[in-house]
């Protein structure tokens, strides 16, 4: 197996430190993922088959993003979700190492 390919023990252990260049949302204008409201559902669509979600949405929830659109999640959303999971230090560990499916994180 590849260890730079995701499932492999280098990426599992390190991170995939490159994975913004590989965002779905890399077409979109900067502000798309910076909406309020109904726009947001659109902004979520583009995150559904982004294959770095889970890296983005760790990386937003462990930095404490406070605006926009990441990984499939509003602010609204990982504010819920960081209040919910508190016991959480790492969410890196534990959506990207761990393979835990943010549906799954509550
Ligand atoms: S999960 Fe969404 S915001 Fe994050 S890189 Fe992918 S498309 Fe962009």
Redesign the pocket.
Known sequence: MDPLVKGGGVRTLLGDLN??A?????E?APDD?FVQGAAQRS?RA??QG????L???SDALDNRVEF?????MTERERRALLRRRPEIESWFDHLVVAGEPPELAH
């Open positions: 994975w913004t590989r965002g779905a949302c890399l979109l993922l902004a583009v995150c982004c294959s770095v979600r890296e983005c949405l926009g659109v990441w990984g499939g």
